[in-house]
């Protein structure tokens, strides 16, 4: 029998995929949870029309993101880091403070997407990777100050 799966099913197919299952499989189970529908040819040109829309907010996404690199690559942000005795650092420079820091600048960046590995505790110059789409990763310029 073949259908429609409307949800991606593990081990048969992916979501808007044409699957020929075993008519029991499909009747019993596919249908009667909703992950999938008989293959009809309505029921196909909806699937790919739904395809070619994902695929142009897909590639909207990415063309936002490739806009959102290019302003982040242009800019630097200057974090304040508090310093001890014997020039010591107090604390450190968190993801949060990076995203922090992009807010005040105007750039509203998801605190997950900032991909630094470990906090920083020294001054200087780094270039922290951010990723804004699973295709564009930034470089971001940051400039730990004394405080």
């Known amino acids: 029998m073949d259908l429609v799966l409307l949800k991606a099913v ?17 009747r019993n189970y596919l249908i009667p949870a909703g992950l999938a529908a008989p293959a009809t040819p309505e029921r196909l040109k909806t699937i790919e029309a739904l395809k070619r829309q994902r695929a142009q907010q897909a ?29 010591q650092p107090f604390g450190s420079v968190t993801t949060h403070d990076l995203v922090e820091a992009l807010k005040q600048d105007g750039l509203a960046i998801e605190k997950h997407a900032v991909q630094l590995a470990q906090p920083i505790k020294a001054l200087g110059v780094y270039e922290i990777p951010v990723r804004l789409h699973p295709a564009v990763t930034a470089a971001l310029k940051v400039w730990v100050v004394k405080q």
């Open 10 to 26: 593990e081990k048969v197919g992916a979501e808007g995929e044409v699957v020929r299952v075993a008519p029991g499989f499909a």
């Open 59 to 87: 590639e909207r996404d990415k063309a936002q993101a490739q806009a959102l690199k290019q302003r982040l690559e242009s800019r630097s942000v200057t974090v304040k880091l508090a310093l001890g005795e014997g020039q």
